[in-house]
C-alpha cells in the first residue's frame, strides 16, 4: 500500500544550528501534507502542513519545502532549542477519504 | 478547554482479558481515530469513525473492537484476541468529514499505554 516514510531515524544538532528533517512520500494523488510533533509520552502535535499547489510554507522558525517531482517534503527548523527535542513524523491525508498516513519519525536531538 | 481526553494514561491487561480504552472530545468534530505505536514506528490505524453509528476497519483491525453511540465518545477495546497488545495507543479526530473538510490536520488525545501482566 501507499506510504510516507522518512530518510533518517535520527538527527542529531547543535543548539543554534539549523535542522533539516526529510520524508519520501509514495502516493502522487495526495494533497495535503502535514508535520507533527510528538515529545515523549504524548500525543502528536501540529506543526505545519502543505498543501499541493504550493511548494513552501514558513511558519515561526519552521519551514516546510514540497517537491513534487521527486516526492519529498522537508521540514526546516531554524535556531534549533533543546524544546525541540522531539519525534517528527511527516503525513499525508489520503485524497479520497479521512486517513492519515503516517511515515516512521526522526528523532531530533539537540545538543547544548 | 476543548481537547481530546484519552483514559486512563497507564493500562495493564492480564491474559484472555478485554480492556476498553476511552477517548473523548469536545470539539464538536465529525471524525474520530484509533491508532497505534509501537516503538521506533509510525502510527498505524486501527479503526476510524466518520459518524456516529459508522465505523470502519484501518489497518491493523483484528483484535480491536469500536463503538460511536455517541459524537463525543470513541471507546477502543483490545480483546483477548490481540496477541501482542503492549503498545501506546493514541486517538485523534478531524474536524469534518463533508468535502470542504478534506485538507484538515488531526487532533491527539494524549495517548494510553497498554502493557501486558
Known amino acids: 500500500g501507499e506510504s510516507v516514510g522518512l530518510h533518517l531515524p535520527t538527527l542529531s544538532v547543535q543548539e543554534g544550528d539549523n535542522s533539516i528533517i526529510n520524508c519520501a512520500y509514495s502516493?502522487?494523488?495526495?494533497?495535503?501534507f502535514i508535520w507533527y510533533k510528538q515529545e515523549s509520552g504524548k500525543g502528536p502535535q501540529f506543526i505545519i502542513d502543505?498543501?499541493?499547489?504550493?511548494d513552501k510554507r514558513q511558519g515561526q522558525r519552521v519551514t516546510v519545502l514540497l517537491n513534487k517531482t521527486v516526492k519529498h517534503l522537508s521540514l526546516q527548523i531554524a535556531a534549533t532549542q533543546p524544546g525541540d527535542s522531539a519525534v517528527y513524523f511527516c503525513?499525508?491525508?489520503?485524497?479520497?477519504?479521512?486517513?492519515?498516513?503516517f511515515g516512521a519519525g526522526t528523532r531530533l536531538f539537540v545538543k547544548a | 478547554d476543548g481537547g481530546i481526553t484519552q483514559s486512563p494514561k497507564y493500562l495493564f491487561r492480564k491474559e484472555g482479558q478485554n480492556v476498553t480504552l476511552s477517548c473523548e472530545q469536545n470539539?464538536?468534530?465529525?471524525?474520530m481515530y484509533w491508532y497505534r505505536q509501537d516503538p521506533g514506528q509510525g502510527l498505524r490505524l486501527i479503526y476510524y469513525?466518520?459518524?456516529?453509528?459508522?465505523?470502519q476497519k484501518g489497518d491493523i483491525a483484528e483484535g480491536y473492537s469500536v463503538s460511536r453511540e455517541k459524537k463525543e465518545s470513541f471507546p477502543l477495546t483490545v480483546t483477548s484476541a490481540q496477541k501482542n497488545p503492549t503498545a501506546f495507543y493514541l486517538c485523534?479526530?478531524?474536524?469534518?468529514?463533508?468535502?470542504?473538510?478534506?485538507?484538515?490536520?488531526?487532533?491527539f488525545g494524549s495517548g494510553t499505554q497498554l502493557s501486558v501482566l
Open positions: 469513525s466518520q459518524i456516529v453509528n459508522d465505523f
Open positions: 502543505i498543501r499541493s499547489n504550493m
Open positions: 485523534a479526530s478531524y474536524p469534518s468529514t463533508g468535502a470542504a473538510g478534506r485538507n484538515e490536520k488531526l487532533f
Open positions: 502516493n502522487s494523488a495526495s494533497d495535503y
Open positions: 470539539l464538536n468534530h465529525d471524525a
Open positions: 503525513a499525508e491525508n489520503n485524497p479520497g477519504g479521512f486517513k492519515t498516513i
